[in-house]
T-cell receptor, first 115, second 116 residues
Framework: ETGVTQTPRHLVMGMTNKKSLKCEQH?????MYWYKQSAKKPLELMFV???????ENNSVPSRFSPECPNSSHLFLHLHTLQPEDSALYLC??????????????FGEGSRLTVL | AQTVTQSQPEMSVQEAETVTLSCTYD???????LFWYKQPPSRQMILVIR??????QNATENRFSVNFQKAAKSFSLKISDSQLGDTAMYFC?????????????FGTGTRLTIIP
């Protein structure tokens, strides 16, 4: 399998549920990202991990908890979400090397609906 | 902070015609990268074309080309001989070239529809 894969593709959860989104990249990249995509808004960067270390947390509420056990896997743990958290959550990866343009490679996204 | 503006929420064009999507950005950096991403209805975002700010020559990728105007902070995408498969959301994105800053800033996107 190649590229960036995300599971599940669709998730419906209640506000009291705990669920997780998973992302896996097979590109040998060393940086991974979570983005939130809502209608008519720019993509919002949530978290950045470089070599498993979190390097950016873009003021994301604590009900979103990321985990990066290695350079190939990234999770987003969800707990006590609000209806306004319903969105498409995109995972991406890139190579973090000096002199490279660092374009992102995206997964297909996980469509989250919070009831 | 950098900002990226796409002023055309939606566009449509007949198949085989040429269409230009606009993008402007604001930054105080001198070295940076610009990107156009395409997100088809199946949702996976893919890179269409990239431009390094230090290069004066406009990037081209087959039917896709950009008009990069650094002084005007403008980065438009031209799609020639448009095809039905070009129907998608198109996002303009910016990244400064400083090592250690991997953050891409995206615009709100332009929904492009190619009409048969």
């Amino acid at each position: 399998e190649t590229g960036v894969t995300q599971t599940p593709r669709h998730l419906v959860m209640g506000m009291t549920n705990k669920k997780s989104l998973k992302c896996e990249q097979h590109l040998g990249h060393n940086a991974m990202y979570w983005y939130k995509q809502s209608a008519k808004k720019p993509l919002e960067l949530m978290f950045v991990y470089n070599f498993k270390e979190q390097t950016e947390n873009n003021s994301v509420p604590s009900r979103f908890s990321p985990e990066c056990p290695n350079s190939s896997h990234l999770f987003l743990h969800l707990h006590t979400l609000q209806p306004e958290d319903s969105a498409l959550y995109l995972c991406a990866s890139s190579t973090r090397d000096r002199g490279l343009s660092g374009e992102l490679f995206f997964g297909e996204g996980s469509r989250l609906t919070v009831l | 902070a950098q900002t990226v503006t796409q002023s055309q929420p939606e566009m449509s064009v007949q198949e085989a015609e040429t269409v230009t999507l606009s993008c402007t950005y604001d930054t105080s950096e001198n070295n940076y990268y610009l990107f156009w991403y395409k997100q088809p209805p199946s949702r996976q975002m893919i890179l269409v074309i990239r431009q390094e700010a230090y290069k004066q020559q406009n990037a081209t990728e087959n039917r896709f080309s950009v008009n990069f105007q650094k002084a005007a902070k403008s980065f438009s995408l031209k799609i020639s001989d448009s095809q039905l498969g070009d129907t998608a959301m198109y996002f303009c994105a910016f990244r400064d070239a400083n090592f250690g800053n991997e953050k891409l800033t995206f615009g709100t996107g332009t929904r492009l529809t190619i009409i048969p």
